[in-house]
T-cell receptor, first 116, second 113 residues
Framework: EAEVAQSPRYKITEKSQAVAFWCDPI?????LYWYRQILGQGPELLVQ????????DSQLPKDRFSAERLKGVDSTLKIQPAELGDSAMYLC??????????????FGPGTRLTVL | AQSVTQLGSHVSVSEGALVLLRCNYS??????LFWYVQYPNQGLQLLLK??????LVKGINGFEAEFKKSETSFHLTKPSAHMSDAAEYFC???????????FGKGTKLTVNP
């Protein structure tokens, strides 16, 4: 069964350092999402791509976060500089991107970030 | 704006007992509704989804949920809990025409032997 791949699974960094997370969606999925999940809460959407274009980045802290999906396949989420409050699980999900239907989002295993 | 409220951040049941996890949604249009499960340090796995085809939706692992428009609810149930059901469960809503999923804060299910 096809899965969403993410790496690394765990990342420990110091405050003010740069970190990057990678996601490879299910083959053929046009839509890719990055979520942040703070401990004890539900995931919150950071950015949504349709192919290589950003559809929604309204909740992305753009002063320190950036995301790209250059060829419309895999994606990278970067934080620079990391702050203590960025400690969370970062989840990537993908879907076929068919509009108007209950398109299922498939989630990867996540990257757990700890900022010291 | 759409939102989801999950009543009870922690639910504890005995093995073999009924599982009931509550979810109420707020949406200005008929929504799509989802239940996901998350095991420790893992991603989310879809349990089931409501797409307006039927109000009673059956999912994986013996779970089911009933959409009640009059109560704006989509509660998740399982007749008999198993130890392997211990996990965190998230309800999510998506309005038609939007790809954005809005999640509740989650309910952590504990199953006691």
């Amino acid at each position: 069964e096809a899965e969403v791949a993410q790496s690394p699974r765990y990342k420990i960094t110091e405050k003010s350092q740069a970190v990057a997370f990678w996601c490879d969606p299910i083959s053929g999925h046009a839509t890719l999402y990055w979520y942040r999940q703070i401990l004890g809460q539900g995931p919150e959407l950071l950015v949504q791509f349709q192919d290589e274009s950003v559809v929604d980045d309204s909740q992305l802290p753009k002063d320190r976060f950036s995301a790209e999906r250059l060829k419309g396949v895999d994606s990278t989420l970067k934080i620079q500089p990391a702050e203590l409050g960025d400690s969370a699980m970062y989840l990537c999900a993908s879907s076929t991107g068919l509009a108007g239907v209950a398109d299922t989002q498939y989630f990867g295993p996540g990257t757990r970030l700890t900022v010291l | 704006a759409q939102s989801v409220t999950q009543l009870g951040s922690h639910v504890s049941v005995s093995e073999g007992a009924l599982v009931l996890l509550r979810c109420n949604y707020s949406s200005s249009v008929p929504p799509y509704l989802f239940w996901y499960v998350q095991y420790p340090n893992q991603g989310l796995q879809l349990l089931l989804k409501y797409t307006s085809a039927a109000t009673l939706v059956k999912g994986i692992n013996g779970f089911e949920a009933e959409f009640k428009k009059s109560e704006t609810s989509f509660h998740l149930t399982k007749p008999s809990a198993h130890m392997s059901d211990a996990a965190e469960y998230f309800c999510a809503v998506k309005e038609g025409g939007s790809e954005k999923l809005v999640f509740g804060k989650g309910t952590k299910l504990t199953v006691n032997p």
